[in-house]
């Protein structure tokens, strides 16, 4: 039990464009969902902290109007990197909580590497 | 600024060696720490402590946390190939359910 799935698991896209992400609990229902991204030889950096139906909590130096967090249903989350740009390409992460705490109940999915060019 | 520092940044050990990882940490609103196992892709969890004194342990891995001294290890026994990996260790600050994240210690093992 406990899986999310991410979709697609990678990503090559032109600079300019944008690109979505979907973060899905298959088997849960997620009130609360969280999105990282991790960069090459770095750890995981919290982006944003998204409740389903209400907008996302963004950390501090990340551009909510760059990186678009729709968390639509108990299923659901989508980042959507809008016109990227080299620097966005990472290993981007999301992971699940049944009840907002960010503890053992926090499941990951499998991540999604994007490459911008 | 919360902050979580592991140690050593990576490590290379033979097969059947014990190891230590090291994480501290410095932050406000403590609620819990976790280790967790990343090897490809996204990590998967191992333990979480909240209180000081007390082992955790699965396995051949174990962990403890001191929240006088703020840090926590984890042990790895008899250690195998399969246990390569980045470790990363996190603390939840409780603040709208937030994990910090350390840098990890990459780990490998050697036949």
């Known amino acids: 039990g406990a899986v999310v799935s991410q979709h697609p698991s990678w990503v090559i896209c032109k600079s300019g464009t944008s690109v979505k992400i979907e973060c899905r609990s298959l088997d849960f229902q997620a009130t609360t969902m969280f999105w990282y991204r991790q960069f090459p030889k770095q750890s995981l950096m919290l982006m944003a902290t998204s409740n389903e139906g209400s907008k996302a909590t963004y950390e501090q130096g990340v551009e909510k109007d760059k990186f678009l967090i729709n968390h639509a249903s108990l299923t659901l989350s989508t980042l959507t990197v809008t016109s990227a740009h080299p620097e966005d390409s990472s290993f981007y992460i999301c992971?699940?909580?049944?009840?907002?705490?960010?503890?053992?109940?926090?499941?990951f999915g499998p991540g999604t590497r994007l490459t911008v060019t | 600024e919360d902050k979580v520092v592991q140690s050593p940044l990576s490590l290379v050990v033979h097969e059947g060696d014990t190891v230590t990882l090291n994480c501290s940490y410095e932050?406000?609103?403590?609620?819990?720490l976790l280790w967790y196992k990343q090897e490809k892709k996204a990590p998967t969890f191992l333990f979480m402590l909240?209180?000081?004194?007390i082992e955790k342990k699965s396995g051949r891995l174990s962990s403890i946390l001191d929240k006088k001294e703020l840090f926590s290890i984890l042990n790895i026994t008899a250690t195998q190939t399969g246990d390569s990996a980045i470790y990363l260790c996190?603390?939840?600050?409780?603040?709208?359910?937030?994990?910090?994240f350390g840098t990890g210690t990459r780990l490998q093992v050697t036949l």
């Open positions: 996190a603390v939840n600050t409780g603040t709208a359910s937030k994990l910090t």
């Open positions: 932050v406000t609103n403590f609620r819990s």
């Open positions: 992971s699940a909580s049944t009840s907002g705490r960010a503890d053992n109940e926090q499941y």
């Open positions: 909240t209180s000081s004194g």
